[in-house]
């Protein structure tokens, strides 16, 4: 039987996203994710 979502999964490669875990960063579809979070 097949898992579903994202149970088990701890990485995966992705166009859509960017994470710099040393500067603290989250990049999501080319814009800082504060910026998004602000709309």
């Given at each position: 039987?097949?898992?579903?979502?994202?149970?088990?999964?701890?990485?995966?490669?992705?166009?859509?996203?960017r994470i710099?875990?040393?500067?603290?960063?989250?990049?999501?579809?080319?814009?800082?994710?504060?910026?998004?979070?602000?709309?």
């Amino acid at each position: 039987m097949a898992g579903s979502g994202l149970e088990g999964v701890v990485v995966a490669q992705t166009r859509l996203s960017r994470i710099d875990g040393e500067a603290g960063t989250l990049v999501y579809g080319g814009y800082p994710i504060e910026e998004l979070a602000e709309h």
